[in-house]
């Protein structure tokens, strides 16, 4: 597994933008499918957004289409989610999560290393 650390989360005016980072730990990150979550108060983890490990693939969750991409730095053992045209309902604490040889996995069961959060507030 892989020691998982985010980063970046604040309070932000809707429209905004927001880029959060996922800092991880070893030296097999490369070989890790990293996955963004989130959970606002009172529902479950819901997936965002993924990139594989074998090509860099990146899927997403249809709430956030168009608006958040997520990207990685092999090189420097960190993954990235910028958020644009930030609504009130992306209010959530967001988890970047590992999973190792992972692909399109979409699942929060999926993933075995996880951070521990980083908080987005999207003021209306």
């Known amino acids: 597994q892989v020691q998982l650390v985010e980063s970046g989360g604040r309070l932000v005016q809707a429209g905004g933008s927001l880029r959060l980072s996922c800092a991880a730990s070893?030296?097999?990150?490369?070989?890790?499918?990293m996955g963004w979550f989130r959970q606002a108060p009172g529902k479950e983890r819901e997936f965002v957004a993924v990139i594989t490990w074998s090509t860099g693939s990146t899927y997403y969750a249809d709430s956030v289409k168009g608006r958040f991409t997520i990207s990685r730095d092999n090189a420097n053992n960190t993954v990235y989610l910028q958020m644009n045209s930030l609504k009130p309902e992306d209010t959530a604490v967001y988890y970047c999560?590992?999973?190792?040889?992972?692909?399109?996995?979409?699942?929060?069961?999926?993933?075995?290393?996880w951070g521990q959060g980083t908080q987005v507030t999207v003021s209306s």
């Open positions: 070893g030296r097999t990150f490369s070989t890790y499918a």
């Open positions: 999560a590992g999973r190792r040889y992972g692909g399109n996995n979409q699942r929060a069961n999926d993933f075995d290393s």
